[in-house]
């Protein structure tokens, strides 16, 4: 069926490096991708979004890339920070009646000081 | 603060009880949504509303649950009889009528059923 995966359940970076972390998706037919970041016990938090007409959006330390032939989706994070720790869910909608958010299962990012 | 609330932020109790959850919305934002999410997955979705008319509903939402929004401002989410497959992170997310237009999530109610 459709959905939304990420490649790697855990990701570990030392502080001060960049990271990304990478998003598959499967239904061509999806039109807006959001990363949305989670620590524990709250709730997700946005962090940045990109249409389907755009390749590359920016964000303050963040960069999204979107690859619409290959259907792939990263997050680039850059000079981690301790309080970049937590688990980053990518997310789809699709236009024309869709209108809930389908998640993918979540990569844990630690930042080692 | 103006982000979106919910009430309470955890529930125990016991199997067979009902449990009612409350969410109030950024105060501009026509729609309104509800997830479930359990430990170590994503957040899924359950059903949403634009203004006071709830447009969607997932097979996810057994006809234990239901979800009112009757003023078109804050939200209800009961679900009745609970079962110990219920426990979860319920949460709240509301945004304007576009799908582009961002949701913004609640912090959200951990449901745990004895």
Same mark, same amino acid.
């Given at each position: 069926g459709e959905s939304v995966g990420l490649h790697l359940p855990t990701l570990s970076v030392q502080e001060g490096d960049n990271s990304i972390i990478n998003c598959a998706?499967?239904?061509?037919? +999806?039109?807006?991708?959001?990363?949305? &970041?989670?620590e524990s016990g709250k709730g997700p938090q946005f962090i940045i979004d990109i249409r389907s007409n755009m390749d590359k959006r920016q964000g303050q330390r963040v $960069? #999204?890339?979107?690859? &619409? $032939?290959? &259907?792939?989706? +990263?997050?680039?994070?850059?000079? $981690?920070?301790?309080?970049?720790?937590? #688990?980053?869910?990518?997310?789809?909608?699709? #236009?024309?009646?869709n209108e809930k958010l389908t998640f993918g299962t979540g990569t844990r990012l630690t930042i080692i000081p | 603060d103006t982000g979106v609330s919910q009430d309470p932020r955890h529930k125990i109790t016991k199997r067979g009880q009902n449990v009612t959850f409350r969410c109030d919305p950024i105060s501009e934002?026509?729609?309104?949504?509800?997830?479930?999410?359990?430990l170590g997955q994503?957040?899924?979705? !359950?059903?949403?509303?634009?203004?006071?008319?709830?447009?969607?509903?997932?097979? !996810? !939402?057994?006809?234990?649950?239901?979800?009112?929004?009757?003023k078109g401002s804050?939200?209800? !989410?009961?679900?009745?009889?609970?079962?110990?497959?219920?426990?979860?992170?319920?949460?709240?997310?509301?945004?304007?009528?576009?799908?582009?237009?961002?949701?913004?999530?609640?912090?959200?109610?951990r449901l745990t059923v004895l």
């Open positions: 998706y499967s239904n061509s037919a +999806s039109d807006y991708f959001i990363w949305y &970041k989670q $960069t #999204v890339l979107l690859n &619409k $032939t290959v &259907k792939h989706l +990263s997050l680039q994070i850059a000079a $981690t920070q301790p309080g970049d720790s937590a #688990v980053y869910f990518c997310a789809e909608n699709r #236009v024309f009646g | 934002h026509n729609r309104l949504y509800w997830y479930r999410q359990t994503g957040p899924e979705f !359950l059903t949403y509303f634009q203004n006071e008319a709830q447009l969607e509903k997932s097979r !996810l !939402l057994s006809d234990r649950f239901s979800a009112e929004r009757p804050f939200s209800t !989410l009961e679900i009745q009889r609970t079962e110990q497959g219920d426990s979860a992170m319920y949460l709240c997310a509301s945004s304007f009528d576009r799908f582009t237009d961002t949701q913004y999530f609640g912090p959200g109610t």
